[in-house]
């Protein structure tokens, strides 16, 4: 009887993990990103010479001793029932514009690709296109060294290309794009695309579909264990939750019934709970939305927030017990400043540090990688005819 309770516990328990500069994580044996009883089973079954589909020995030797035994599991067990979490310190170690080509130039997403930064933003004649002529398009920048240099330019027509957000979906890179269109001369959400990184190139954009009986756009896509999500909003109605298996065909997984013009989020997993950070926009200035729910993710729990927070991005450092957020805060008093926080898993924020503030002016966001040991931040700022775009760079310690 107590070694079928302890199992029991075990089995609802977990620890989530994010692999750090593309390494294995000790625990986890079947690289699903989780540490539970199924690495467990996995090591069991090698110990007592049962074969698996996949077993990934780095992973299952945790304490590098160059075998595979009972004392694995042990560690493994240890991890489960009491992960080791760890507080982080931030340095400031540089600030500067990294692209400045007289345009505008906003909506950044930054990803590292084992190692290889890229960043990707809208760059257009201004914040609001006056005439499809006029149209925007995604640079991608590529960082070698110390230089941040073009390397792509993603561009549509019949599309005002907004937003971007790299991923990595089925191992490659995939770019989800937003995009706006002159419809009877109204300028106008229209939906999303998508433009995958094959061979050296980014494809020609490609349309999502979805089961949603509107124009759906795509904010931010997330990968947990082996589906896709991302909140899919449209002004006027309710945003919804989406999965999807190949990140291009989506489905509702419940929608959010909350007061308000409900725009961006950004939702990031821990183990097997999401957490968002969702903008509410009516009335102006009121707290943006703070969600918890466990898989299947059919309900969350909603909370109000300290303050304004717009386009927000999230990032779980390993075995942190907080969460960062990077966004646009915006106060009564009209102070507008990019800003980045620690937010607890009940979405209380700390503020860490703020890259820019001002009384008005077009800035903000920001996307955020952590790589070797550095965090990255892209932004924007500068007014809606002209903006460029900068980079703010920490050192981050364990402490």
Aim: hydrophobic share 40%.
């Amino acid at each position: 009887m107590k070694r079928a309770f302890i199992i029991a516990i075990l089995a609802m328990a977990s620890v989530n993990i994010v692999k750090a500069d593309g390494k294995t994580i000790k625990g986890d044996v079947n690289d699903d990103g989780v540490v539970n009883v199924a690495d467990i089973v996995l090591v069991t079954n090698y110990i007592y010479g049962k074969s698996s589909a996949y077993f990934n020995f780095e992973g299952a030797d945790v304490n590098n001793d160059g075998s595979i035994n009972a004392t694995d599991i042990v560690a493994i067990v240890s991890m489960i029932v009491a992960p080791n979490t760890k507080n982080y310190s931030f340095a400031l170690l540089s600030q500067s514009v990294v692209y400045d080509n007289s345009n505008h130039a906003a909506f950044t997403s930054i990803y590292d690709n084992d190692g290889q930064l890229l960043m990707a933003f809208r760059e257009g004649t201004a914040h609001r296109p006056a005439s499809k002529a006029e149209y925007g398009c995604i640079r991608v920048l590529t960082h070698n060294s110390a230089n941040w240099s073009v390397s792509a330019t993603i561009c549509d027509v019949t599309k005002d290309l907004r937003d971007p957000f790299i991923t990595e979906v089925d191992g490659h890179l995939r770019m989800y794009i937003g995009y706006n269109t002159f419809e009877a001369g109204v300028y106008q959400h229209s939906g999303t695309v998508y433009s995958d990184y094959i061979n050296g190139t980014w494809s020609e954009v490609r349309a999502v579909t979805h089961d949603l009986n509107h124009i759906a756009w795509l904010w931010k896509v997330r990968k947990h264990n082996d589906k896709y999500y991302s909140v899919a909003y449209l002004e006027g109605e309710k945003p919804a939750l989406l999965v999807s298996d190949d990140g291009v065909i989506w489905s509702t997984v419940t929608l959010f019934d909350l007061e308000g013009i409900l725009t961006e989020a950004d939702m990031c997993f821990v183990g097997e709970t999401m957490y968002v950070c969702l903008r509410k926009d009516t009335p102006v200035s009121e707290p943006a939305y703070w969600g918890v729910a466990s898989y299947p993710f059919t309900s969350i729990t909603w909370t109000e927030m300290e303050r304004h927070i717009e386009s927000p991005e999230l990032l779980w450092l390993p075995y942190s017990g907080k969460l960062l957020l990077a966004g646009r805060d915006v106060k009564t008093t009209g102070e507008v400043s990019v800003a980045l926080f620690s937010a607890s898993f009940d979405g209380s924020l700390e503020e860490i540090t703020t890259m820019e503030t001002s009384i008005g002016g077009d800035k903000g966001y920001p996307g955020l990688a952590y790589c070797n040991g550095t965090l990255y931040c892209g932004w924007y700022s500068g007014t809606k005819s002209a903006a460029s775009i900068s980079l703010t760079t920490w050192k981050v310690d364990e402490q």
